[in-house]
């Protein structure tokens, strides 16, 4: 079952979850604000360490590949010469922005709308997305980088197709490189 669907089985076990939960006495709203706030603490915790450990770590190996181009847009992908360190930094980066956002919507969602339920599912949701994040596989659980885990990571797979991602074959990176060469004579 791939990650979009995965994700949407949860959410709709969870809302059902959600839906015994008496959210009117106090002592249970209380638990699950706690709980959501353990949880995205716990989430922000995990991808700290994980720069943490990028840098620890340090790895310079060269990283070269074409960024995926826009759809809605004529001009080809982009040649991007990385090394995995900095590739790392930027894709938990976009974890941390991502976290972040999810507790500024759930501030609003809840602090100023009052709605309890979406409480409730963002704290499992952000723990199971956790576990799904491709720094935390290679940087907490050990595993190795390669198929899915390889750099750069392919992007999420949409429930009707494919993933996109960036080209990393030799003739795709050739012919970026081609691109960036033409233009400086130019």
């Given at each position: 079952?791939?990650s979009?669907?995965?994700?949407?089985?949860?959410?709709?076990?969870?809302?059902?979850?959600?839906?015994?939960?008496?959210?009117?006495?106090?002592?249970?709203?209380?638990?699950?604000r706690?709980?959501?706030?353990?949880?995205?603490?716990?989430?922000?915790?995990?991808?700290?360490?994980i720069?943490?450990?990028?840098?620890?770590?340090?790895?310079?190996?060269?990283?070269?590949?074409?960024?995926?181009?826009?759809?809605?847009?004529?001009?080809?992908?982009?040649?991007?010469?990385?090394?995995?360190?900095?590739?790392?930094?930027?894709?938990?980066?976009?974890?941390?922005?991502?976290?972040?956002?999810?507790?500024?919507?759930?501030?609003?969602?809840?602090?100023?709308?009052?709605?309890?339920?979406?409480?409730?599912?963002?704290?499992?949701?952000?723990?199971?997305?956790?576990?799904?994040?491709?720094?935390?596989?290679?940087?907490?659980?050990?595993?190795?980088?390669?198929?899915?885990?390889?750099?750069?990571?392919?992007?999420?797979?949409?429930?009707?197709?494919?993933?996109?991602?960036?080209?990393?074959?030799?003739?795709?990176?050739?012919?970026?490189?081609?691109?960036?060469?033409?233009?400086?004579?130019?």
């Amino acid at each position: 079952m791939n990650s979009g669907v995965q994700n949407l089985v949860i959410s709709l076990g969870v809302m059902q979850v959600a839906r015994k939960i008496p959210f009117d006495e106090p002592d249970v709203l209380l638990y699950v604000r706690i709980g959501y706030v353990v949880s995205q603490i716990a989430i922000l915790s995990v991808y700290y360490y994980i720069s943490y450990k990028i840098k620890q770590k340090n790895d310079q190996t060269v990283l070269k590949y074409v960024e995926a181009p826009n759809p809605m847009s004529q001009e080809p992908g982009k040649l991007v010469t990385t090394t995995y360190k900095d590739y790392d930094l930027a894709e938990t980066s976009k974890l941390l922005r991502s976290a972040y956002l999810g507790i500024l919507m759930m501030c609003g969602l809840h602090g100023y709308l009052g709605y309890t339920q979406p409480l409730f599912a963002q704290g499992i949701m952000g723990l199971k997305n956790l576990y799904d994040a491709k720094p935390v596989s290679i940087y907490i659980l050990g595993r190795e980088a390669e198929g899915d885990l390889k750099r750069p990571f392919k992007g999420a797979a949409s429930m009707f197709g494919g993933a996109g991602g960036p080209a990393t074959d030799a003739a795709s990176i050739a012919e970026a490189e081609k691109r960036v060469g033409s233009k400086k004579d130019e």
